[in-house]
């Protein structure tokens, strides 16, 4: 089994939870239930999948759940788009975040081909 801790994708994922728990204060009390819950739970998902695949014996369900933690940070990309169009977040706000999602979404499919090219 893998340790998650040495993993860069994880630590990456932990940075970016409190980037977006910071970055939804931000946002109007009336999304509470909304785009702030939606946003904070699928920042969650993407260090927690990756954790949870680490425990996962076969490298082909390892990789299945980097492609949860994966598909989670494109859903957070997209609330915070939404944030932008909805005039919640200035482009100025969301900007540098994205560009970080971005990032780390790269990474994460870097890391998928390296494991898919090994087995």
């Known amino acids: ?10 630590k990456d ?4 939870v ?12 009336s999304e509470r239930f909304g785009l702030i819950s939606q946003a904070n739970r699928s920042s969650i998902s993407i260090p927690a999948n990756i954790a949870e695949g680490c425990g996962k014996y076969s490298e082909k369900d390892f990789v ?7 598909g989670s940070a494109y859903e957070l990309e997209t609330h915070l788009i939404l944030c932008q169009d909805l005039g919640f977040l200035s482009p100025d706000a969301a900007d540098c975040v994205i560009e970080k ?13 390296h494991i898919e090219s090994n087995q």
Not at 64 to 70: A, E, P, V
């Open 1 to 10: 089994m893998r340790n998650f801790r040495e993993l860069n994708v994880w």
């Open 13 to 16: 994922g932990r940075i970016l």
């Open 18 to 29: 409190k980037e977006i728990y910071t970055l939804t204060k931000l946002l109007p009390d």
């Open 64 to 70: 299945r759940f980097l492609q949860i933690s994966l």
């Open 101 to 113: 999602i971005q990032r780390l979404q790269q990474k994460i499919v870097s890391f998928i081909k």
